[in-house]
């Protein structure tokens, strides 16, 4: 048995058959799956920086264990690592309060106060008016900036819009 998954997934091939590095991928494939599911699925949704690097590490690392550029198990295990070291991470980060979170995730910025706008945290964060004017009109609102109670750049990267009370969209 284990010759046959040896010559199937080219365990100690210099190089890969096409047919070998096509086992592989299936094999990453329900390796990844399987890991996902037992770490956390939010690691691909739209989310913070922290979620994103991890994404694009774990493809990297998933990447050569199909390509035979690292071995194979061991490669599938870092895979794991990397993501129960993300759920550990996010445990620590809901549990200990806003001080680690931010550090980790970042935290929310105000754009806009009161109908002002914020103009440093602008700056500060590469968001122009016609950013803001857009993320207002995605929203919903076509209010102006003078009817916004508050504007933040959320931790995702999107902009939430709160209007003053009275205001419609």
Known sequence: MGEHVALLFGIEEETLTWWQMSARAVGVFFAALLIIRMGNHRIFGKNSAFDIVLGIIYGSIL????TGNSPFV???VAAFVLVMLHKLLAYFTFHSGFGLSSFIK???????????LQKKAM????IT????????RS???SAGVDRIKYAYLERSGKISVILKSGEEP
Do not use: C, F, H, Q
């Open 63 to 66: 990447s050569r264990a199909i």
């Open 74 to 76: 061991p490669t599938i």
């Open 106 to 116: 970042g935290a929310p910025r105000t754009l806009v106060k009161d109908g002002k």
């Open 123 to 126: 700056e500060e964060n590469s």
């Open 129 to 136: 008016e016609n950013d803001l004017t857009e993320a207002i």
């Open 139 to 141: 929203s919903g609102n």
